[in-house]
């Protein structure tokens, strides 16, 4: 088991409180730690293979996907993707094309999802994903949990 990005992985964990076992199975479900565009389709920069996230070609994403209206896809570690993330990102001034910056994002958005979700990995993940439990857990929600207990076990 291993991740690209890790020290950024360890260092933004550290920064929010998220244990690293949780950073760990996220990041890697996401993008296996690689600083890139996601593969949504039709989404802003989605391509094979996919593109590496700079500071200059974020700028591009952010007046296409926030400004202009254009399809948004995930960004960066953690894949942060909702529209209205990144304008929120911008405010708390992280800069979501550095990987640890992405990371505290995310993973302050995990840890929000597991705080209100009572420490249930698989309903956080599921909201992480989905952004909500409509349907119940999802697919994502429950590989999530089963990577964070492999993580756990890993790290111990």
């Not at 996401?30 to 700028?59: C, H, I, L, M």
């Not at 911008?90 to 550095?98: D, T």
Request: proline residues 3%.
């Amino acid at each position: 088991m291993s991740l690209k990005n890790s020290a950024a992985i360890v260092f933004a964990a550290q920064r929010v409180g998220l244990p690293l076992h949780l950073a760990a199975a996220l990041v890697e479900m996401e993008s296996g730690g690689a600083n890139v565009y996601g593969g949504d389709v039709g989404g802003y920069f989605s391509q094979t293979p996919r593109k590496a996230v700079t500071e200059e070609n974020y700028a591009e994403f952010y007046r296409a996907v926030v400004t202009n209206g254009a399809l948004s896809n995930g960004v960066g570690l953690t894949q942060i993707t909702y529209r209205d993330f990144h304008p929120d990102a911008k405010r708390k001034g992280l800069r979501l094309w550095v990987p640890e910056d992405n990371c505290v994002y995310g993973f302050q958005l995990l840890k929000s999802h597991l705080e209100a979700q009572g420490g249930n990995i698989a309903k956080a993940g599921t909201l992480y994903n989905a952004g909500n439990l409509r349907n119940g857990i999802n697919p994502y929600g429950y590989r999530l949990a089963k990577k964070a207990q492999a993580w756990k076990e890993a790290l111990s």
